[in-house]
């Protein structure tokens, strides 16, 4: 169960990160990015909140690519 908490984590370091990077280079608005990542702070033990945020990225993305 250890492990899997750590790739929990390491993932969602990655998409916090990866959210950053993304919101520099097409000029997102930081204010919404900022919100999602106190939230997803605030709930990272939840893998749920996990799968949430990640379906709120993909949003992003596919609003950004429109």
Do not use: A, E, M, N
């Not at 608005?29 to 990272?44: A, E, G, K, P, R």
């Amino acid at each position: 169960t250890g492990i899997f908490f750590k790739l929990i984590y390491f993932l969602c370091l990655y998409v916090f990160f990866l959210r950053i990077v993304l919101s520099i280079l097409f000029l997102l608005q930081f204010d919404f990015v900022f919100i999602l990542d106190f939230f997803f702070i605030y709930y990272y033990w939840q893998p749920v909140s996990f799968i949430i945020q990640f379906v709120i990225f993909l949003v992003v993305l596919l609003i950004i690519h429109q």
